[in-house]
């Protein structure tokens, strides 16, 4: 079994502390860019997954550490 995967960018919410505690539907790099403050709902991980035309299966490919450093304002 793969496990419960990210509703956006498709990393396993097993392996994100933040998903992992508070059992979102996102990970912390999703839920910080596109969700943010409001609560996370199936509403609105569909409307983050259209406004970034990502059809059903498929996810947002991204470098979530390279994002975290990007929110962190981290120097390579």
Same mark, same amino acid.
């Given at each position: 079994?793969?496990g419960?995967l990210c509703g956006?960018?498709?990393? *396993?919410?097993?392996?994100?502390?933040f998903?992992?505690v508070?059992?979102?539907?996102?990970c912390?790099?999703?839920?910080q *860019?596109?969700i943010?403050?409001?609560?996370?709902?199936?509403?609105?991980v569909?409307?983050?997954?259209?406004?970034?035309?990502l059809?059903?299966?498929?996810y947002l490919?991204?470098d979530?550490a390279e994002?975290?450093r990007?929110?962190?304002?981290?120097s390579?």
């Amino acid at each position: 079994m793969a496990g419960r995967l990210c509703g956006i960018c498709g990393t *396993k919410l097993a392996d994100d502390l933040f998903a992992a505690v508070t059992g979102d539907p996102v990970c912390a790099i999703c839920k910080q *860019k596109f969700i943010g403050g409001l609560p996370t709902t199936p509403a609105s991980v569909a409307a983050a997954r259209i406004r970034l035309d990502l059809e059903p299966g498929k996810y947002l490919e991204q470098d979530n550490a390279e994002e975290a450093r990007k929110i962190l304002g981290r120097s390579r």
